[in-house]
């Protein structure tokens, strides 16, 4: 039996996509379902292209995790991945799913990490500070945002005329190339 996937992500969903795209033809590992809390997010559109079902959930229904919990059970979630999802999930879920969850974090944590640390204030925060280097760290979700036990980080060098834009774009080929080997490697462990 393949060890099923959800992924949760609540924007653009490019590292959602990559992942879809690695597991596809894979008989270990299935994608078999996208969660959002953001119905107009562009993940949406994504997932219809793949042809990969979607759920929609409000902040209510991620926090009190019975609907949700009933969705996940009922097609027989193995794994939750987090690519870009931006609100803390509960104790609950979390304690639901013990060492079954990963989110891909773009900053070398424990730096950058933390309430309000996600996306491009990340990386405005990285340049402001001076850092000589960035990158991207996946790791098991604990009740601690950003605290979860490292299952791998990466580096990139930043140039003394790096914008926010051109950190973006080296943090995402990062997470690109990177996440879905890693997800392959931590469930063939499990
Ligand atoms: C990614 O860079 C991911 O690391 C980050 O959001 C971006 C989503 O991009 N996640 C966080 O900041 C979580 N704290 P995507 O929607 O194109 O995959």
């Known amino acids: 039996m393949p060890k099923k996937l959800a992924i949760f992500a609540s924007g653009s969903g490019s590292n959602a996509e990559n992942i879809c795209n690695y597991f596809a033809e894979s008989s270990d590992i299935k994608v078999v379902l996208i969660c959002t809390n953001r119905e107009d997010a ?11 079902p979607v759920y929609i959930f409000t902040k209510y229904e991620l926090n009190n995790f019975v609907d949700l919990h009933k969705k996940l059970q009922s097609i027989g979630v193995d794994i939750v991945i987090l690519a870009g999802f931006l609100l803390k999930l509960p104790a609950i879920m979390v304690d639901s799913y013990p060492n079954r969850i990963i989110n891909i974090h773009p900053s070398l944590l424990p730096k950058y990490g933390g309430k309000g640390m996600y996306g491009s204030n990340i990386h405005k925060a990285v340049i402001k500070n001076k850092e000589t280097e ?6 098991f979700v604990n009740q601690n945002y950003d605290e979860g036990k490292i299952i791998l980080q990466k580096k990139c060098s930043i140039s003394a005329s790096e914008s926010v834009e051109t950190l973006i774009h080296k943090i995402h080929k990062l997470e690109h190339n990177y ?5 392959e490697k931590t469930i063939k462990k499990l």
Request: no cysteine.
């Open 134 to 139: 960035s990158g991207i760290s996946i790791h």
């Open 42 to 52: 562009f993940i949406v559109k994504r997932a219809n292209k793949l042809n990969i």
């Open 179 to 183: 996440f879905p080997g890693a997800i």
